[in-house]
């Protein structure tokens, strides 16, 4: 059984590969005006994309959120990070 495909199928056509700064435009504009909160599958033909709604939700939530935190921890979280790891160890998962 399982998920079904993201795209039904039907993605004769449809663009991979690395994303240019265009489609990465087209998709930024797009959540700007009308957010995400919709169909990640709708989403690609009303922004004018020629990806799958997949592609497009893992670009935005991975890679184009204004709210990403990129960059080197700071030292309070690096601090947080040591001290969890010396009390739970590799077993955080459980």
């Known amino acids: 059984m399982g998920r079904s495909p993201c795209c039904d199928g039907i993605n004769i056509g449809l663009k991979k590969g690395p ?3 265009e489609e990465d435009k087209k998709l930024i504009d797009y959540i700007e005006r009308n957010g995400h909160h919709g169909s990640w599958k709708s989403l690609p033909k009303l922004a004018g994309l020629i990806r799958c709604g997949k592609s497009c ?3 935005w939530n991975n890679y ?5 935190k990129r960059g080197k921890f700071s030292e309070d979280e690096e601090r ?4 969890l790891h010396s009390a739970l160890g590799n077993k955080y998962e459980n």
Do not use: G, K, M
Not at 64 to 68: A, C, F, G, T, Y
Not at 80 to 83: K, P, Q, T, V
């Open 80 to 83: 947080i990070i040591i001290n």
């Open 57 to 59: 939700r893992l670009r």
């Open 64 to 68: 184009l959120r204004p709210d990403i």
């Open 19 to 21: 994303w240019t700064p």
